[in-house]
């Protein structure tokens, strides 16, 4: 059974840090692109970070200098480091599963971030 649990959201203040955390079980997690996307009310999905096993980024514009996506292949977990957070950053975020060449692609629940004063 395929599972993405993230962690680590929440309410902080404009300019401030938050660490999402997204441990899978299930996967032969190596193998995987792993990605981070948010959903904010009224829009739709968007693409966040991904991060190939080769160790290939790819941000958003948005986000580019502000977020580090990482992962630790031996934890099965992928990370989503937050800095410098903006209101425009609120939206639930979602972990991301995907490899294409065998059509396996699996999502997380999401992790609400909110950033307000």
């Known amino acids: 059974q395929v599972q993405l649990v993230e962690s680590g959201g929440g309410l902080v203040q404009p300019g401030g840090s938050l660490r999402l955390s997204c441990a899978a079980s299930?996967?032969?997690?190596?193998?995987?692109?792993m990605g981070w996307y948010r959903q904010a009310p009224g829009k739709e999905r968007e693409l966040v970070a991904t991060l190939t096993w080769g160790g290939t980024t790819n941000y958003a514009d948005s986000v580019k200098g502000r977020f580090t996506i990482s992962r630790d292949n031996a934890k099965n977990t992928v990370y989503l480091q937050m800095n410098s957070l903006k209101p425009e950053d609120t939206a639930v975020y979602y972990c991301?599963?995907?490899?294409?060449?065998?059509?396996?692609?699996?999502w997380g629940q999401g992790t609400q971030v909110t950033v307000s004063s």
């Open positions: 299930g996967i032969f997690f190596s193998m995987y692109v």
């Open positions: 991301n599963a995907d490899w294409r060449q065998i059509q396996r692609n699996y």
